[in-house]
C-alpha cells in the first residue's frame, strides 16, 4: 500500500512538474528583434510609401510584437537614393524601393523591378516564384550582401505627362524628361535627355521648367503629386514598366542569422503587401484618372504605334548593350523565356477575354 501510494505522489510529482513546464515554456518570450528600415518613399506618399509603412505594421502585429520595425522615410535617415547602401553595409536592416534605383550597383537589378517591353505584374509574380527568377535575383543581389524579396507591384504605369503632343519620335529629341531604369536610356536613345529624380523631387523640377516631361506610376499617384499643375498632356501605354515590383532588400548576414521561422514570416508579411498594393493601385487608378480629366482638363493621348516601334528599336539596342555582361545576359534569358512562355497563355486567358468582355460592354 505504501508502494502504491509512494509511486502515486511521484507520479503526480512528476506530472505537475511536466504540466508546470509545458505551461511555463510559451511563457518564456524569444528575444524581441528590433529592424531599422529605410524606404525611398516621402513619408504617407500614396501606395508607394503608404504600403511600405503597412508591411512594417503588419510585420509586427504577426509577429505578436516581438518584431519592432523602426521605419524611416526617405530623407528622414538617409536619401531615397542612399536606401541600399545603408542596409548593404548594415547600417541598417531593410530597405524597400524599386530595383532600377540601383542600374548603376548592378545593371541585372531593373529586371527585378519593371524593364521595357517585359511583363504583367501577374507575369512577374509567375516568373519570380515559379520561373526562377527569384533564385537569380537572389544571385545579383548576394553580391552586395543583400537577401531581396517581392514587396509590392503598382500594376502597368502610364507613358508620362508632357508639355506638348508627342506626335512622333523626333517629338522626344531634345526632351528633359525624368525616367529612371533601362527606359531612362531608351529616350536617351531617342534623343530625349533623362533624369533619375526621387518622387519627392519630381513636382518642383517639372514646375519649374528644369524638367519638359516626367512619367512616375500611374493616375493615382500623378494625381496625388498634382502634375496636372505643370502639364495637360497624359500619354499612356508605358513601355517602361508594364508592371513594377517593389523590392523589399535586405541585409543578407542579418537575414541569414534569422531563424526560418523568423524569415517566413517576413515573406509572408512581405507577399501580403505585394497582393494588397497591387490590388488597392488597381482599385484606384480608375478613379483618380476620372478626376484628372473632367476635373483638371487633363487630355489623355495614346502613343501611335510609329513612337511604339521606334521604342522598341532602342530597347532592342539596350538589351544588346547591356546583355554584354554574362551575369545580366543569364538573367536576360531566363526573362524573356518567360515572358514567352507566359505571354503566350497571357494572350489566350486575359487578352482574349478582355477584348471580348469590352466589346460587349462598350469598355
Request: proline share 3%.
Amino acid at each position: 500500500m505504501e508502494r502504491r501510494t509512494l509511486l502515486k505522489s511521484g507520479l503526480a510529482g512528476l506530472g505537475g512538474a511536466a504540466v508546470a513546464g509545458a505551461f511555463s515554456a510559451p511563457a518564456i518570450a524569444k528575444d524581441k528583434i528590433e529592424i531599422t528600415m529605410v524606404s525611398t518613399w516621402p513619408r504617407d506618399f500614396p501606395g508607394l510609401g503608404t504600403g511600405a509603412q503597412r508591411f512594417a505594421k503588419r510585420l509586427e502585429a504577426m509577429s505578436g510584437g516581438r518584431i519592432i520595425v523602426n521605419y524611416f522615410a526617405a530623407g528622414e535617415r538617409v536619401k531615397a537614393f542612399d536606401a541600399f547602401d545603408e542596409v548593404a553595409s548594415g547600417n541598417a536592416q531593410m530597405y524597400h524601393g524599386a530595383e532600377y534605383y540601383w542600374k548603376g550597383k548592378h545593371p541585372a537589378f531593373p529586371y527585378f523591378a519593371g524593364v521595357p517591353f517585359g511583363m504583367t505584374a501577374t507575369e512577374q509574380n509567375a516568373w519570380i516564384r515559379f520561373g526562377g527568377g527569384q533564385e537569380l535575383w537572389d544571385e545579383v543581389s548576394a553580391q552586395f550582401g543583400l537577401k531581396s524579396l517581392m514587396c509590392g507591384n503598382t500594376g502597368a504605369n502610364m507613358g508620362g505627362w508632357f508639355r506638348k503632343e508627342i506626335n512622333s519620335p523626333n517629338d522626344l529629341k531634345g526632351l528633359k524628361i525624368r525616367m529612371s531604369g533601362f527606359g531612362g536610356d531608351i529616350m536617351a536613345k531617342l534623343g530625349a535627355s533623362p533624369v533619375s529624380l526621387p518622387g519627392g523631387q519630381i513636382y518642383e523640377n517639372l514646375m519649374s521648367g528644369a524638367l519638359d516631361a516626367t512619367e512616375w506610376v500611374g493616375p493615382w499617384n500623378d494625381y496625388t503629386m498634382k502634375f496636372y499643375e505643370a502639364t495637360k498632356y497624359y500619354y499612356y501605354p508605358g513601355m517602361h514598366e508594364p508592371g513594377c515590383i517593389l523590392g523589399l532588400g535586405m541585409n543578407k548576414k542579418w537575414w541569414d542569422g534569422l531563424s526560418k521561422s523568423d524569415q517566413m514570416l517576413i515573406e509572408a508579411a512581405a507577399s501580403m503587401e505585394n497582393e494588397m498594393m497591387y490590388s488597392e493601385f488597381n482599385a484606384m487608378n480608375g478613379v483618380s484618372l476620372s478626376k484628372l480629366i473632367n476635373e483638371q482638363g487633363v487630355k489623355l493621348r495614346n502613343f501611335s504605334e510609329e513612337i511604339y516601334d521606334a521604342m522598341a528599336e532602342a530597347a532592342a539596342e539596350v538589351y544588346e548593350e547591356v546583355t554584354k555582361d554574362a551575369k545580366v545576359a543569364k538573367v536576360h534569358q531566363s526573362f524573356v523565356a518567360a515572358r514567352e512562355e507566359l505571354g503566350g497563355w497571357t494572350k489566350i486567358s486575359d487578352q482574349a477575354y478582355l477584348e471580348q468582355r469590352n466589346r460587349i460592354f462598350g469598355l
